[in-house]
């Protein structure tokens, strides 16, 4: 490509501040690498005057939601309580430029924006993985993926902080060639360059320093299996090992029992749901595999030391 790409950066508020500088910073360091303008950028918002990101800092930008032209990409960058602000003037917006031919894309928590837009059905995405538990519930037919970036829909996505980095090397190299986003790279000290296919988090192995690979695979299938949680058994059974080995791996390596890594699983996901959604407590009950509201609001309070209601009333 040798003309300048121009993008619009659509900041919601309470956006992420590193996901953002991740995006612009390996614009700029392309355009310094080239000693021309490969990018340009604008910042736009919904008020057309300031964006304030989670930590407090406020931004100003160039305009509000103003038609952009056919050679623009705009790209949503969003962070904290994004739910909030997916307001129907901003998917409107939204919806109009996709009728326009506007390349669309986002960062961080952007697909929920996106999704809620009706752009992703039956498509890939990424998003923060602190948002996938509300996401997987909100948006079923949305293909939802652990992975730091999808670049190849029409849509990219990418699940924010260091991800943003990933995406916007691999665009660079897309339009300018791989030599150019090695330098970028090399000005951010950036040496650990991830492609598309690379997970948000490390593996269930490493995050528990496994040296078991049964147990690692138990605890894949206690998270695929949540909504209709698995007895040790046949979990046992599908490892192709007995009851009371699956007992003893655990105790050794994780220092708990089966039964009770699984509940702690699922009261997890379940405070997810609670304070990142508006699902009723009993659809959350349900989705986390608990028969009943009165058993889950037990060991919920056991837990947590408090109930799903007053977890609840607390954010509100």
């Not at 339009?175 to 650990?192: I, K, P, S, T």
């Not at 269930?204 to 949680?229: D, F, K, Q």
């Not at 890594?261 to 009993?282: C, G, K």
Request: charged share 20%.
């Amino acid at each position: 490509m040798s003309q300048t790409t121009n993008f619009v950066f659509l900041l919601v508020e309470d956006f992420t501040h590193l996901a953002f500088s991740n995006a612009v910073e390996s614009l700029r360091i392309a355009n310094l690498m080239a000693d021309r303008d490969l990018y340009r950028w604008r910042l736009a918002s919904v008020d057309g005057r300031a964006a304030k990101c989670s930590n407090g800092a406020v931004t100003l930008v160039d305009h509000g939601l103003a038609p952009l032209g056919r050679a623009d990409r705009l790209m949503i960058v969003s962070g904290i309580n994004v739910q909030n602000h997916a307001t129907p003037e901003l998917l409107c917006y939204l919806r109009g430029e996709r009728a326009h031919g506007t390349q669309i894309g986002a960062i961080c928590s952007g697909a929920y924006v996106l999704a809620e837009a009706g752009f992703l059905d039956d498509r890939r995405a990424a998003v923060h993985w602190e948002y996938h538990d509300i996401f997987a519930e909100r948006f079923p037919s949305v293909n939802l993926i652990k992975s730091v970036f999808v670049a190849d829909e029409k849509f990219v996505t990418a699940s924010g902080g260091a991800a943003v980095a990933d995406l916007m090397l691999h665009m660079i190299a897309r339009d300018h060639g791989r030599d150019l986003a090695a330098a970028v790279a090399d000005q951010m000290v950036y040496n650990a360059v991830r492609d598309g296919s690379a997970t948000q988090k490390v593996s269930i192995r490493s995050r528990y320093g496994l040296r078991n690979s049964r147990v690692g695979e138990a605890i894949r299938l206690m998270e695929e299996h949540i909504e209709s949680p698995l007895s040790s058994a046949e979990l046992a059974r599908r490892l192709g090992i007995s009851a009371r080995q699956l007992e003893r791996m655990f105790e050794r390596y994780l220092n708990t029992t089966p039964k009770r890594y699984i509940m702690e699983l699922r009261l997890h996901r379940a405070r997810n749901l609670i304070v990142q959604s508006d699902q009723a407590l009993t659809d959350i009950a349900m989705a986390c595999g608990f028969v009943s509201t009165s058993h889950f609001s037990k060991v919920y309070r056991d837990h947590f030391g408090n109930t799903p209601g007053s977890q609840r009333s607390i954010l509100n």
